[in-house]
């Protein structure tokens, strides 16, 4: 199914209020085509890794249908079976209607090919109800929100910052950015991915619609389109390593804060349209890919 040096991955979060679970589901081939599935396991207070044989992994992308191993993923919710010597997760989780994008996120780029790194929403937001024990802590979910990604390609971005929240007023409401060197043959240029679902209403800066990014310094993104401004500030919160991908092979670390506190606004002109400050999101911010190599 898959060649040498690819990867795919999906990020499923789940949120209440005393904390965050999310999963990554996966698969990675690197330069000599050695194929592994996988499952991360985070929280705001660990992080834990499952890998598989290849051959237990497989996805239907187009319906989000995913297995790795004993645990099962799709539209209508998961159900979770690890058990390792280092930790073991079990649960069973129900997911309310996805709130799909009305276009996939990339735009026209979903289109070109080659791309170092193609990003998809499956679902902006959607409620999440059930149980899962992880080594012997409950996380349990009643009408929570949940949240939906997916990555693919042969590396994420050398430089990047993404973030993302949602279960404002209610569990669709969401907001997810993301800013990133990208690589277009000998050319390098700095994109940007913005999406806001708040109220029923989906608002979407980009740079195929024109956005620049106007800062991305320490642990900020600011995103400008036209007369709109997006600005999203990282407040408080620990970072926990992750495995990511380079060269398609799972060999990098980055940091990502799963639950930490993010104050967001959006403006048009002078006038703040959206302002709240969130103390569940999630940040990742990674300023040199390569040199942050895995060495477990």
């Given amino acids: 199914m898959y060649g040498r040096r690819y990867f795919e991955g999906w990020y499923i979060k789940h949120q209440n209020a005393d904390g965050t679970l999310a999963l990554i589901p996966g698969v990675s081939a690197d330069a000599r085509g050695r194929r592994t599935a996988f499952v991360q396991v985070i929280t705001h207070r660990g992080v834990y890794q499952a890998d598989y044989p290849y051959e237990s992994f497989s996805a239907d ?15 209508a919710g998961a159900r979770i079976d690890i058990d390792r010597p280092d930790f073991r997760c079990r649960g069973e989780l129900a997911y309310g209607p996805f709130t799909p994008l009305r276009y996939d996120i990339m735009g026209p780029f979903c289109a070109v090919p080659f ?15 059930g149980e899962v024990e992880l080594d012997g802590e409950r996380y349990l979910f009643e009408r929570d929100a949940g949240y939906i990604e997916t990555d693919r390609g042969r590396s994420f971005p050398q430089s990047y910052a993404w973030v993302q929240c949602n279960g404002f007023a209610g569990p669709r409401d969401s907001v997810m950015a993301a800013v990133a060197t990208i690589p277009m043959g000998p050319v390098r240029f700095t994109g940007c991915l913005c999406a806001l679902t708040l109220g029923g209403r989906e608002t979407r ?54 639950r930490c506190t993010v104050r967001l606004r959006l403006l048009r002109g002078e006038r703040v349209l959206w302002e709240n400050t969130c103390d569940s999101a999630a940040f990742e911010r990674v300023d040199s890919l390569t040199a942050s190599r895995y060495n477990g």
């Avoid at 389109?225 to 980055?254: D, K, W, Y």
């Fill in 205 to 258: 800066l980009a740079s195929y619609l024109g956005a620049r990014v106007q800062k991305t310094r320490e642990d900020c993104i600011r995103i400008r389109q036209g007369n709109l401004l997006f600005e999203a500030q990282r407040l408080a919160g620990q970072t926990q390593p992750l495995r990511a991908p380079l060269g398609g092979a799972m060999s990098c670390v980055i940091h990502e804060a799963a």
């Fill in 61 to 75: 992308r187009r319906h989000f249908r995913l297995r790795v191993g004993d645990c099962l993923f799709g539209p």
């Fill in 115 to 129: 791309m170092e790194c193609r990003h998809g929403v499956v679902s902006m937001g959607h409620t999440v109800d």
